[in-house]
Nanobody
């Protein structure tokens, strides 16, 4: 199973980006899909997660600005990021968890300029 993330880039503060992540391989059901961020010099932290039943959870700093969504038929997860701030800068990793295991994507860089 592999995860391929895309959609990162350079954006000015207040702008928007949409990240995408596609899981490929033999997976029956992905229980959890999520996005994590690793800012320069910091540990990787949870941004948002969505279960297969549609329930979502966000880090406090992202509530109201970011929206996670899934396409379960294609095993894809998206992260719509609005009102971006310089502190949102970092490498964003997608993550998938299913009964037989889990996988991380390769990361996509988001840079928010002030």
């Amino acid at each position: 199973v592999q995860l391929q993330a895309s959609g990162g880039g350079l954006v000015q503060a207040g702008g928007s980006l949409r990240l995408s992540c596609a899981a490929s391989g033999r997976i029956a059901v992905i229980d959890i899909m999520a996005w994590y961020r690793q800012a320069p010099g910091k540990q990787r932290e949870l941004v948002a997660t969505q279960n297969s039943d549609g329930s979502t959870r966000y880090a406090d700093s992202e509530k109201g600005r970011f929206t996670i969504s899934r396409d379960n038929t294609q095993n894809k997860v998206y992260l719509q990021m609005n009102s971006l701030k310089p502190e949102d800068t970092g490498v964003y990793y997608c993550y998938a968890n299913w009964r037989q295991g889990y996988q991380w994507g390769q990361g996509t860089l988001v840079t928010v300029s002030s």
